[in-house]
């Protein structure tokens, strides 16, 4: 009896009696069109057997700068359907004490009465897109190959490690403050995308006596989120499946590889915990409070990039 006791309150210690959300959230501009597209993850922890009315609203800064007319949203749960080896109804676990089946909304943009039992975790994953309001202003033009101009942290936040991104050349940016401007003309150093990406480095070979380039193998195991956010966002340009040795074909509208072009360019930030994230989850359309969140929003913006005004047609 004291050992189950013990093992109970164990159980309760190391777990808690807390409902958690852990969640990330990727926010993609064009600075031309003005178009704005939301992808969210989240995983949420309930201490107890319990139906979950679940649904997302975009919170701020994004509510100010995005305009909800015309927007779409789409919610749902993020795993393997069926009950095979990884699936969401696995064999191999307790049966489930629910029998009535959980529903969607309509318009697909909320879960009804979804099951879950003490102890256990949840994933979902969402789609959204509406306009942003007032389009980042861009003044990025083409220099003898490199960029020019001048570009602004369009946020009412600051931007933590900062990337832009020309080409297949990236530059550190740091962080940007609110409203902080940078003179591209000013950047120098500069790295390729796809050795930070992949970590490719210059090694001599002892045996063959000669300089060649090696790659860090892609962590399949690894848990950090801007790790694997980065191999998602540019998953072609890292070299894909023969890198990473993982497929693409689940949410492959992450991968801006294609965008990778001297008539664009990318700035790529993240804001921490320390500021409002850009989605929160719902329940019973009240907000799913957690002291202990984990959040992190990245933002790619895409800007056009001018041909070099100086330059003699």
Same mark, same amino acid.
């Given at each position: ?138 003044? !990025? ?28 050349? !990236? ?8 409203? @902080? ?32 380039? @090696? ?33 693409? @074909? ?64």
């Amino acid at each position: 009896v004291v050992f189950s006791a013990g093992a109970y309150w164990a159980a309760y210690r190391l777990k808690g009696a807390e409902i958690r959300v852990n969640q990330v959230d990727l926010i993609d501009v064009d600075a031309g069109s003005g178009l704005a597209r939301g992808t969210h993850w989240s995983n949420l922890y309930s201490p107890r057997a319990d139906t979950y009315n679940l649904s997302l609203r975009p919170m701020q800064p994004i509510l100010k700068n995005v305009s909800s007319r015309g927007g779409q949203m789409w919610f749902a749960w993020l795993g393997l359907p069926g009950s095979g080896l990884g699936g969401m109804d696995p064999k191999t676990v307790n049966p489930s004490p629910w029998r009535a089946a959980y529903d969607f909304s309509p318009t697909l943009d909320e879960m009804d009465g979804l099951p879950m039992q003490t102890w256990s975790t949840r994933s979902f994953t969402a789609r959204w897109n509406a306009r942003w309001k007032t389009p980042p202003a861009t003044d !990025v033009f083409e220099r003898d190959d490199e960029p020019g101009g001048r570009l602004v942290n369009p946020l009412d936040v600051p931007m933590e490690r900062c990337l832009f991104i020309y080409d297949h050349w !990236v530059y550190d940016l740091g962080t940007l403050r609110p409203g @902080q401007a940078v003179e591209l003309d000013a950047l120098s150093d500069r790295a390729e995308l796809k050795t930070l990406l992949t970590g490719s480095r210059t090694v001599m070979d002892k045996i063959k006596k000669q300089m060649e380039r @090696q790659t860090t193998p892609y962590d399949q195991t690894s848990v950090e989120v801007p790790y694997i956010l980065r191999a998602m966002m540019f998953f072609e340009h890292a070299g894909g499946q023969s890198y990473t040795h993982l497929s693409n @074909q689940y949410q492959p509208f992450v991968d801006l590889s294609h965008l990778l072009a001297p008539d664009r360019a990318m700035l790529v930030g993240t804001v921490g915990r320390d500021h409002p994230p850009a989605t929160m989850l719902l329940r019973d359309n009240l907000l799913l409070g957690d002291p202990g969140r984990r959040c992190q929003t990245v933002y790619r913006f895409v800007f056009p990039v001018q041909p070099n005004p100086n330059k003699n047609p």
